[in-house]
């Protein structure tokens, strides 16, 4: 469950804009989601691989060149699809926790 939570919360921070590893799992951070890199690197390429992702090069001031991600089409879909999913999960959770505290 956690992984496809993850995956979702990837696909989300990459909807305003393409981001490289750093900024996503910065994002992740301050949202309090404890990832490391080691987690964060398999899954961009699974997504990739998917067809969720793609990816471009960029030059960077500070360093070597940066790999930033972000949606395709497909991606961008799934997302959609995700949204609703997960609007459905929260609403019966709700329910079912809710109706538990009465």
Same mark, same amino acid.
């Given at each position: ?10 696909? =989300? ?5 393409? /981001? $490289? ?10 949202? #309090?989601? @404890? ?14 691989n998917a067809g969720l992702l793609s990816y471009r090069w960029?030059? =960077? ?5 940066? /790999? $930033? ?10 997302? #959609?699809? @995700?949204?609703t999913t997960w609007d459905e999960l929260r609403t019966a959770?709700?329910?079912v926790t809710n109706a538990k505290n009465k």
């Amino acid at each position: 469950m956690r992984k496809g939570v993850l995956e979702y919360c990837i696909l =989300s921070i990459l909807s305003g804009e393409d /981001k $490289y590893a750093s900024e996503i799992l910065d994002t992740l951070k301050d949202a #309090k989601m @404890l990832v490391v890199e080691g987690t964060i690197y398999p899954l961009l390429t699974r997504l990739k691989n998917a067809g969720l992702l793609s990816y471009r090069w960029e030059e =960077s001031t500070s360093g070597p060149p940066r /790999k $930033y991600y972000g949606l395709t089409e497909t991606g961008t879909i799934f997302l #959609k699809e @995700l949204n609703t999913t997960w609007d459905e999960l929260r609403t019966a959770v709700n329910v079912v926790t809710n109706a538990k505290n009465k």
